[in-house]
């Protein structure tokens, strides 16, 4: 960390991302260890030691864990995670800056089984409804499945047409423009097995086929226009049969259906609608 990261860190709000300690003369490896699983529930952050946690914040220096090493893997044995903790001197004074990263999705993490957040400036065990919304970040993904009744013959050959263009703009000669269509979607992973997948008909369904196959569905959707650029315009909702991914637009420099980004192991469970110019802002499918 250099002087100009660790000025941007004491200039910042203390609250979700980081916690200063003045621990001036030590401080306890167990309250350590708790804020340090308090942080990862909320998201990650920094945990600073020598440091006062009002403002203007004063360096005071900290005789804290002398051998940082040695915190880290304490820390690991302790909540089976690495931890950074780094030294860093400022005006000859020594601060302590602990890195907690942030909880995987659907996990928290906890201290002798306490699951901790911060309230304020104490800890708190995480209620039981807190929890339950973390375990289910990780519910099933249901345009990961595939829909039994489509057919290949379900989708859009102009929507798979766009697919493919924008595709080949982000990654350039891979022969993604000649490449077989059935290949294509498999290579996308909205074909498993020659069989179409719900996000298959999210993205690339024919007005019919949305109809038929999802027709209980709805997609909430946002967008911003040019005249109000960086702040929410209009959000609503379309019944499947009407899915604003399938619709044509009749000016086609105004507007046009994009796509998530194709990655190994990613859901296509999500589509954009892309006003020219503007920045995306993603569809979700309850």
């Known amino acids: ?14 609250g979700t991302r980081v916690e200063f300690k003045l621990a001036s003369g ?9 804020y340090s699983v308090a942080l990862a529930n909320e998201g990650g952050g920094a945990i600073v030691l020598g440091v006062t946690d009002k403002r203007p914040r004063r360096v005071i220096g900290t005789r804290a864990f002398k051998e940082p090493g ?10 089976g995670h690495r931890i950074p903790v780094k030294e860093h001197h400022h005006e000859r004074k020594r601060v ?9 999705p659907g996990t928290a993490w906890h201290y002798n089984g306490s699951f901790l957040m911060r309230a304020g400036d104490a800890l708190v065990p995480m209620s039981d409804e807190q929890l339950r919304l973390i375990h289910l970040e990780t519910g099933p993904d249901f345009s990961a499945e ?6 290949i013959e379900d989708l859009d050959t102009a929507a798979i047409d766009v697919l493919r263009r924008l595709w080949q703009r982000k ?13 294509l979607l498999a290579d996308a ?16 369904g024919t007005r019919e086929a949305l109809g038929r196959h999802l027709a209980q569905a709805e997609i909430i959707f946002e967008y911003r226009s040019n005249e109000a650029r960086g702040r929410r315009v209009t959000a609503g909702s379309s019944a499947a049969g009407s899915c604003p991914c399938s619709t044509r637009s009749g000016n086609s420099s105004t507007s046009e259906t994009t796509f998530n980004t ?14 020219k110019g503007l920045s995306e802002k993603p569809f979700s499918t309850p």
């Open 1 to 14: 960390m250099n002087d100009a990261e660790f000025q941007a860190l004491l200039d910042s709000p203390e």
């Open 26 to 34: 030590g401080f306890e490896f167990d309250n350590l260890a708790k």
């Open 146 to 151: 595939i829909c039994p009744a489509a057919r």
């Open 189 to 204: 992973e909205l074909l498993v097995g020659g069989r179409v997948m719900y996000a298959a008909l999210i993205l690339l």
């Open 96 to 104: 302590l800056v602990v890195r907690v990263p942030a909880r995987l």
């Open 262 to 275: 194709f990655s190994k192991g990613s859901s296509f469970g999500t589509c954009r609608r892309l006003t």
């Open 70 to 79: 040695r915190t880290e893997a304490g820390l690991y044995e302790k909540l």
């Open 171 to 183: 990654a350039p000669g891979q022969d993604i423009m000649t490449r077989p269509v059935e290949q």
